[in-house]
C-alpha cells in the first residue's frame, strides 16, 4: 500500500472511532511527503538587447508553469508551492464548493534582469497529488506530495514588456486576469518555452533564453 493510499485508510479509521469515543475531538489531517530525490534549476538568462521582466512568482495564476509529456499530449504538473500559492477549491460531489483561501485577485510578481544577467530558480522536482476523491472535511485536503517519474518535460516562463515595472525597479506586482480555478499562467506580453528532460536520478540545470 502505497504512503497516500495508508493515510487515507488511517483518515478513515479515526473518523469512525471518534464517531464512538467522546471527546475524541477532529482527527488530525496529514499531507504524507516523499522527499525530493532530484532538483532542477531553471537559468534564465536574458539574452535581448535590453532589460527583461519575468515572471517569477504568481498570486492565483502560475507564473511558470511545468507540463510532463504523456504519450503524445501535454498535462501539467501541479507544483507544490513554487510558481503559484493560489488556494486550492476543494469540491467534494454534491457538496458546495469552498476555497482554503480567500479570494483575491489574481497577481505576479515579476523580476527584472539585466541585458546579459541570468536568475536562478530551482524546483525540486516534485508535484502534488490529490484526486477529488480525496476531498474532505472544512475545504481542506489529504494530499501527497511526491517525486515526479523521469520523462520529457516542458517550462514555460511569462515574460512582460521591459517598462512593465518603471523605472529601473528590481520587479513589482502586476495584475493579471488570469483564472485561478484553471492556475492558468499568468498573464504576460509573451512566453518563453523550453523543453527538457529529468533523468530517473541526478540533477538538472535547464538554460532558459530570453529573448
Not at 535581448?48 to 519575468?54: I, T
Not at 508535484?127 to 517519474?149: D, K, S
Not at 504576460?188 to 533523468?199: C, L, Y
Request: charged fraction near 25%; charge should be negative; glycine fraction near 8%.
Amino acid at each position: 500500500m502505497s504512503v497516500r493510499l495508508a493515510s487515507i485508510a488511517s483518515f478513515v479509521f479515526v473518523s469512525s472511532t471518534c464517531a464512538w469515543l467522546a471527546g475524541c475531538g477532529e482527527p488530525e489531517l496529514e499531507s504524507p511527503e516523499v522527499p525530493a530525490r532530484q532538483h532542477v534549476v531553471f537559468e534564465v538568462k536574458n539574452e535581448s538587447g535590453a532589460a527583461a521582466v519575468v515572471a517569477t512568482q504568481g498570486k492565483g495564476c502560475g507564473a511558470w508553469t511545468v507540463e510532463r509529456l504523456e504519450g503524445t499530449s501535454w498535462s501539467t504538473v501541479r507544483l507544490p508551492t513554487l510558481s503559484s500559492d493560489a488556494g486550492e477549491a476543494c469540491c467534494a460531489p454534491g457538496a458546495k464548493c469552498v476555497t482554503t483561501k480567500r479570494a483575491e485577485l489574481p497577481s505576479v510578481h515579476s523580476t527584472r534582469i539585466s541585458q546579459g544577467e541570468a536568475m536562478w530558480i530551482e524546483w525540486d522536482a516534485r508535484e502534488r497529488i490529490a484526486p477529488e476523491a480525496e476531498c474532505i472535511m472544512r475545504g481542506r485536503r489529504l494530499e501527497a506530495v511526491e517525486p515526479v517519474p523521469a520523462g520529457r518535460y516542458r517550462v514555460t516562463f511569462g515574460v512582460h514588456g521591459r517598462d512593465a515595472c518603471g523605472d529601473d525597479a528590481p520587479g513589482c506586482t502586476l495584475p493579471t486576469q488570469a483564472s485561478p480555478a484553471k492556475a492558468d499562467l499568468c498573464d504576460a506580453s509573451k512566453t518563453v518555452q523550453v523543453e527538457f528532460e529529468i533523468p530517473a536520478s541526478g540533477d538538472v540545470v535547464v538554460p532558459v533564453a530570453v529573448r
